[in-house]
């Protein structure tokens, strides 16, 4: 795996439109698919914000790296931030037959990437989420990888 | 993010735009609820949304739960693809009340 890109971003909201832009170009420069490249923003921005609001609790000075990685055919995204250790079994998607605001993010990411987990950091603070996602899949790409990936989960 | 509002027939209809993610979904949220509080049927137009994310969502099943609680209309029109992207993989592409256009809403 060759690594692309590190970034670090401060755990605020205004951060994420910038992360976005710069995570559709740098997919797109390696190839990714339309359809996958979307799944890609939507999935970092997600697990991002989820940071910023439920890791930091909505503080604005915490630290957020972001690394690309990619082989041959696929993109991986680790997403570290340095937090108090949350308790992994507590991470699951809701019941969505409750219709209610919020706890969507966890199941957009799980529904758009192609394995996600999750783990604590080796040091006594940090959380890493680790996402993979193939580049390009283009007849399933121009079939609509949103709706395989629904019917996939 | 300016939010326009118009009127068709008893709704009002507030436009939301560009990208509603953290950052703008609190005003968005204030801006939904603030018609249901003033008692009005509201209407979402969503098709200039280029980006909506789970906390935008979140301010339309607020906004939606709010106003059934008030006995009033809300709906959701012009869905943007990727804003139906979004309510498709939440599963609220069948929960909201949806119009194609405008022209489709009836009194």
Redesign the interface.
């Known amino acids: 795996m060759i690594r692309l890109e590190r970034i670090h971003l401060l755990s605020r909201?205004?951060k994420?439109?910038p992360l976005?832009h710069f995570v559709r170009e740098l997919a797109a420069q390696q190839g990714c698919c339309e359809e996958n490249l979307?799944c890609m923003?939507?999935a970092i921005?997600?697990a991002c914000?989820n940071v910023?609001?439920h890791a930091y609790g909505g503080r604005e000075d915490g630290e957020i790296i972001v690394e690309f990685w990619k082989d041959d055919e696929e993109l991986l995204v680790r997403i570290y931030d340095f937090a108090e250790k949350v308790n992994l079994e507590g991470i699951k998607s809701r019941d969505?037959n409750e219709?209610?605001?919020?706890g969507?993010?966890v199941?957009?990411i799980h529904?758009?990437m192609d394995s996600v987990e999750y783990k604590n950091q080796a040091d006594s603070v940090g959380n890493v989420l680790e996402m993979r996602k193939q580049l390009s899949m283009p007849v399933v790409c121009d079939a609509g990888t949103?709706e395989n990936n629904?019917a996939k989960n | 993010m300016k939010y326009p509002v118009t009127q068709h027939l008893n709704y009002a209809v507030l436009q939301l735009t560009g990208e509603v993610d953290l950052s703008e979904s609190p005003n968005a949220r204030k801006q939904i609820l603030n018609h249901i509080k003033n008692k009005s049927n509201l209407l979402v137009d969503l098709s200039s949304v280029e980006y909506i994310d789970s906390s935008g969502v979140a301010s339309l099943v607020e906004g939606f739960q709010t106003a059934r609680a008030e006995q009033l209309e809300f709906a959701l029109v012009g869905v943007s693809s990727s804003a139906m992207q979004v309510l498709q993989l939440a599963r609220l592409d069948s929960v909201f009340t949806i119009y194609d256009s405008l022209d489709d809403v009836k009194e």
């Open positions: 909201a205004d994420l439109q976005r979307d923003v939507m921005n997600e914000m910023i609001q969505l219709v209610r605001p919020g969507l993010g199941h957009i529904q758009v949103f629904k």
